[in-house]
């Protein structure tokens, strides 16, 4: 008869999380940094259309890195939870410090139980009505919670990105423009630039009357960011003969 096979809880632990560091390093990370005007989240992200930056409620966002399809089965989860509370009790009871735990709850019982963990970091951030009132959930993958203040980074190169981040902040509360140019340098680092299509750019903004999450389009961010904008795409040259070859593409067909 065959002896049982043996693994030390300890090594099982430290595999699963050797797994789910290794799968979010690869990912394009993110940074959430606090400002006067709110709270700007800045991810490196080329798609137009898969987003890593999302309202979960009226002034509550939340931010996934690392494999696309498990953040967002949270990101939902988390908008259903808020719903739900709000209906059933109020709006104002919706808070991210309560998201952030159940959270905390998925990621963790995942990480124990199930074979494989979630490959993720998120992060749930609130803006106060007031400086100083802003609220920064940083979740692993293994259902830890650092309540982070002034900024957070996930994903990959994240150490790298915090220490470029924390060399460059000052002790006062930076603007937006300010906010932005410094996130977007962090992470990019010294040998790379990231180009406005590159980044996807989300503000809690904390004058707006109750719903804080808006995107910022190309333009506004190229505004704030103080950069050249992209030289416009050259026109269709005119076709005096009349052969129709310079629209040869702009046909249905």
């Given at each position: 008869m065959s002896m049982p096979f043996y693994v030390a809880p300890e090594q099982v632990m430290k595999?699963?999380?050797?797994?789910?560091?290794?799968g979010i390093a690869r990912g394009r990370g993110l940074v959430a940094v606090v400002c006067l005007e709110g709270e700007v989240?800045?991810?490196?992200?080329?798609?137009t259309t898969?987003?890593?930056?999302?309202?979960i409620y009226d002034r509550i966002a939340f931010a996934g890195v690392g494999r696309y399809n498990e953040f967002d089965q949270l990101?939902?989860?988390?908008?259903?939870?808020?719903?739900?509370?709000?209906?059933?009790?109020?709006?104002?009871?919706?808070?991210?410090r309560s998201l952030a735990n159940q959270y905390a709850q998925i990621l963790g019982q995942v990480f124990t139980h199930e074979m494989k963990p979630l490959e993720v970091e998120i992060l749930v951030a609130e803006v106060g009505p007031e400086p100083g009132t802003d609220q920064l959930f940083h979740l692993l993958y293994d259902g830890t919670v650092i309540d982070e203040h002034r900024f957070s980074v996930l994903g990959g190169d994240a150490d790298a990105v915090t220490e470029r981040l924390a060399a460059s902040r000052a002790d006062e509360l930076p603007d937006l423009a300010t906010a932005l140019r410094t996130a977007v340098a962090?992470?990019?680092?010294?040998?790379?630039?990231?180009?406005?299509?590159?980044?996807?750019?989300?503000?809690?903004?904390?004058?707006a009357p109750r719903r804080c999450f808006r995107r910022l389009d190309d333009d506004e961010a190229v505004a704030l960011l103080g950069v050249a904008e992209p030289p416009p795409v050259p026109s269709v040259p005119e076709d005096p003969a009349g052969t129709g070859a310079a629209g040869a593409d702009d046909g249905e067909g």
């Open positions: 595999d699963r999380a050797d797994y789910a560091r290794k989240v800045v991810a490196e992200n080329p798609s898969l987003r890593k930056v999302s309202e990101r939902i989860a988390g908008v259903r939870a808020a719903d739900l509370k709000g209906y059933s009790y109020s709006r104002e009871d919706v808070d991210a962090s992470l990019a680092g010294p040998e790379r630039v990231l180009s406005v299509g590159e980044l996807e750019v989300a503000l809690l903004d904390r004058a």
